[in-house]
Structures are given as structure tokens and as C-alpha cells.
């Protein structure tokens, strides 16, 4: 049997809509990521990027653990000596809620030029309105939070 490798012609990309209101982060990043890669399809293939576009909104109001927010680093470096710095979790949602989502999608996304392609088509919105109604996007729902 030979290697299924899907051709442009296959690819359907879908516009999906993710409400990650009172949602865990990682929960939301891993099921992003999976659409992003195109994983939930049946022409999924490693080397091809046959995933969708994924719209998240409410970024702003993720669920996420007050130990996580105090104790999470972000880490960048501006490439000159001593030019590291460092920001925490909480301090990064209330300044960019978006930046967070996507660094997190963008963690559990191929380092290649594959991933930077796939991370192309997430749009993260920190308020529950985004502007592709035009796409006609569809929702995609989450299973809730179970509380522990």
C-alpha cells in the first residue's frame, strides 16, 4: 500500500471559533494546536499543513491558577549583553492576554518552517467580538472545566 500524501486540492480549510472563557490554558492551547496541525482530519499528514484557521476569543478570561500566574516566567532577550528580561504570567495577561495564548499554541507547534506557517492562521482576541464574520466561522466547542 502506498503513502497517502494529500494534494492542495484535498485541503479544505474551515474557520473555527474558540470561546476560551473560564477555560484552562492548557486545555485551550492543546486543542488549538491540534486544529492548527490539522490533526482531527483524516488526510492529516506530518509533513503537509492541512489544518485550519482557528479564531480565540475571550483570551482575557482563561482560567489559570494563582500559584501558575505568580510563578510562570516568560522569558526574552533583546540579542545584546544583559538583555534579558523576564515577566510573569500574571503580570503578561493583564498587559496581552493574546501573547499568551499564542506562545503557548506556538510551544506545542513543529519547529520548522511548517509550524511558522501553521501559527500563521491563529487569531487570538482578548474580548468576546473578532472581526472575520465574513469568514463565517463556526464554533468549536470545549468540554467545561471539571473541578477538582
Not at 485550519?52 to 482560567?63: G, M
Amino acid at each position: 500500500m502506498r503513502t497517502f500524501t494529500p494534494k492542495q486540492s484535498d485541503i479544505q480549510r474551515a474557520w473555527l471559533v474558540i470561546d476560551a472563557e473560564g477555560m484552562r490554558l492548557g486545555r485551550v492551547a492543546t486543542e488549538v494546536a491540534t486544529l492548527l496541525r490539522g490533526k482531527h482530519k483524516p488526510i492529516w499528514a506530518p509533513n503537509v499543513d492541512v489544518g485550519d484557521h482557528v479564531v480565540v476569543i475571550n483570551a482575557s478570561k482563561l482560567d489559570v491558577s494563582l500559584r501558575k500566574s505568580a510563578d510562570k516566567l516568560y522569558w526574552r532577550h533583546s540579542g545584546y549583553p544583559g538583555g534579558i528580561k523576564s515577566e510573569s504570567l500574571e503580570r503578561l495577561m493583564e498587559r496581552a492576554p493574546e501573547r499568551v495564548v499564542k506562545l503557548a499554541v506556538k510551544g506545542m507547534l513543529p519547529k520548522t518552517r511548517l509550524g511558522r506557517s501553521m501559527i500563521k492562521k491563529l487569531r487570538v482576541y482578548a474580548g468576546p467580538t473578532h472581526p472575520h464574520s465574513a469568514q463565517l466561522p463556526q464554533p468549536h466547542p470545549l468540554s467545561p472545566r471539571v473541578p477538582s
